[in-house]
């Protein structure tokens, strides 16, 4: 006698266990609500599988027939409740596997926008290429030439703890860095060019501070250099002033103080009222003559102004934000409502 009567063959030579895997098979393959009646008519119909076998039965000794009986009672109560399942399921997906319903109303894919720095950066430079300034761009891996010396910034000058910088490490240089303000555009644009130049350039800059609610240790600044014959400091506070309106209103009250940059002569800082008290927005002045000179520039024949401000602070003022780090945390709600 076999071990194991659950599969032991009927008469018909199928038995419980051979069946159970037919019928299971057959079901998965099911794909209509025709195809599920014909199998459960093929298995268990009056002249179905499983009728047959226990029909088979009969001609079994009284000690298998309890034994295949039972699994077969089981067998079909487990078949039954399959097919109930998959009958419901069929009926909830009437739709042909793969259709598109092309009634459903067409649904407005979402549109990414521009960074908030962006925007205020391309609103920097149109205003002041409304007033003759060409946009330039430059690196931002730059050479301590360009950072520094030639912005009559030496090495060993107590000025350069102004820029804590991030040097960059290499096995051959020692001189390169991750600029820490776009000022270096001013001797490579003047080191290219002959005057007269009117260029503004936007860009990231990077410096090895902490950070707090008005300090990023990457940010955005906006440079502006204009060198010609005959510009004097009235030159530099007119574009100033013209620009603060075009981007603060012309009410918005506007305040110069004298500042230190070793590469202007003098240095100025613009600062504009906000709710009472005086914000500062920019460093500017005229362009030291050193610098001039450095570029290769006459600076008995020309002069020249310079300036450098923070989009990120300016928008800061502009929108409310009272918090710098905002601007590059990534997190949407912040960044989808400008
Ligand atoms: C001065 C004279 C010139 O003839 C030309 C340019 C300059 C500006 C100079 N190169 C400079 O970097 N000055 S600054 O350190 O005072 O920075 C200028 C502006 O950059 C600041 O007014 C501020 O708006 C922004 N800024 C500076 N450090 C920042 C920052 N924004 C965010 N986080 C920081 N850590």
Redesign the pocket.
């Given at each position: 006698m076999p071990k194991d009567h659950g599969v032991q063959a009927t008469q018909a030579g199928e038995s419980v266990e051979e069946l159970k895997i037919a019928a299971i098979t057959a079901l998965d393959s099911t794909e209509s609500g025709e195809q599920l009646e014909a199998w459960r008519v093929g298995f268990l119909g009056r002249k179905g599988r499983l009728t047959g076998l226990l029909r088979g039965l009969g001609s079994l000794d009284i000690e298998h027939r309890k034994v295949v009986g039972a699994a077969a009672n089981s067998l079909r109560g487990e078949l039954e409740a399959l097919y109930e399942e998959r009958s419901k399921q069929s009926k909830s997906s009437q739709a042909p596997v793969g259709s598109i319903d092309i009634t459903l109303p067409g649904r407005r894919p979402a549109l990414g926008g521009l960074h908030p720095s962006t925007q205020m950066i391309r609103e920097i430079t149109q205003a002041f290429n409304e007033m003759g300034f060409q946009t330039i761009e430059g690196p931002e891996v730059e050479l301590e030439k360009y950072n520094f010396d030639m912005l009559n910034i030496p090495a060993n000058h107590p000025a350069r703890d102004?820029?804590d910088t991030i040097w960059v490490d290499s096995d051959t240089h020692n001189d390169v860095l991750l600029r820490t303000?776009t000022?270096p555009m001013q001797a490579r644009t003047m080191e290219a060019n002959d005057p007269p130049i009117r260029v503004v350039v936007p860009g990231k800059c990077y410096?090895y501070?902490s950070t707090d609610a008005?300090?990023?240790w990457h940010?955005n600044?906006v440079?502006g250099l204009a060198v010609d014959e005959g510009i004097t400091f009235a030159d530099l506070k007119g574009t100033l002033y013209e620009f603060a309106r075009r981007i603060f209103g012309s009410q918005r009250k506007v305040r110069f103080r004298c500042d230190f940059?070793p590469?202007?002569e003098p240095?100025v800082d613009m600062s504009i009222e906000w709710n009472g008290n005086w914000i500062?927005?920019?460093?500017?002045?005229m362009?030291h003559p050193k610098v001039l000179e450095n570029a290769g520039y006459d600076s008995t024949k020309y002069t020249g102004f310079?300036?450098?401000?923070?989009p990120?602070?300016i928008s800061m003022l502009r929108n409310e934000i009272t918090d710098?780090r905002h601007f590059f945390s990534n997190d949407l709600r912040f960044l989808t409502q400008f």
């Open positions: 102004q820029w303000h000022s410096r501070e008005t300090h990023e940010f600044q440079e940059f590469f202007v240095g500062e927005i920019l460093g500017a002045g362009v310079a300036f450098g401000m923070g990120e602070r710098i």
